[in-house]
């Protein structure tokens, strides 16, 4: 009879434990946006989080909150991670970013 090394049996038991998590997409989904839900007029084709700063790119002239003000971002916009709202930064795309 062999024994089986400790190592090997945490392992296993990690993998095992890492498997029965659940997944940050299936904890709190909704399909029905809130006020707090930032949305465009039209569609987003790319996103890139960086530095505490959210990058979307697309098809859309407008960013905004859910039944709130928009703001004019032409196909490319950053919103701020931490807060939620739209930052400055606006280059004027001048076509749809992939």
Aim: proline fraction near 7%; aromatic fraction near 8%.
């Amino acid at each position: 009879m062999t024994t089986i090394p400790v190592v090997f049996l945490l392992v296993v038991a990690l993998s095992i434990g890492i498997m029965l998590l659940p997944t940050a997409a299936s904890a709190a989904t909704s399909s029905t946006p809130t006020a707090a839900t930032y949305v465009t007029n039209g569609s987003v084709e790319a996103i890139l989080p960086s530095g505490g700063i959210i990058y979307i790119g697309g098809n859309f002239t407008q960013v905004g909150p859910v039944g709130g003000p928009m703001s004019t971002r032409n196909y490319i916009a950053a919103i701020n991670e931490a807060t939620g709202a739209v930052t400055a930064w606006n280059p004027g795309a001048d076509s749809t970013v992939y």
